[in-house]
């Protein structure tokens, strides 16, 4: 089963209902339904996911790198709900737009500092 859901979701982009890109699945959360059978409940995106499933020293340094682009520490992963997925095909489509979801707190950090001071970006459409 760990096979299957790998190659299913994992790695695999994130399009939300518009098309537009909101990053990479790079953890699932399960839970257990009540009759004690697992399932999907969250999928989990950006570095501090990404970190804690690669693990060892290598997960550790991803973490740190991304975490000196955020004010709020642990950096928590971007949690989207499973029942947001629409399909799951070459991508992972949601049944949300990218806005309607909680930010994610690196490129939150990078919008505020890097891509609003560029001359234009205001104008640019999304």
């Known amino acids: 089963m760990r096979l299957q859901l790998g190659r299913q979701l994992l790695d695999r ?16 959360e399960f839970a257990l339904d009540d009759d004690g059978v697992p399932y999907v409940r969250t999928l989990l ?15 550790r340094l991803l973490v ?21 997925v629409d399909r799951v095909d070459s991508a992972v489509r949601l049944r949300a737009r990218a806005d309607e979801l909680p930010p994610s707190p690196v490129e ?6 890097l891509i609003e001071r560029i001359p ?6 999304g």
Do not use: C, M, N, Y
């Open 108 to 113: 939150d950090w990078l919008r505020r500092h």
């Open 64 to 84: 740190r790198a991304a975490e000196r682009f955020v004010t709020d520490r642990p950096l928590d992963a971007l949690r989207i709900p499973f029942h947001l």
């Open 45 to 59: 995106v950006g570095p501090g996911a990404l970190g804690d499933r690669v693990g060892g020293r290598l997960g």
């Open 13 to 28: 982009q994130l399009v939300d209902v518009d098309g537009r890109l909101v990053g990479k699945v790079d953890d699932v």
């Open 120 to 125: 234009g970006a205001g104008r640019a459409s």
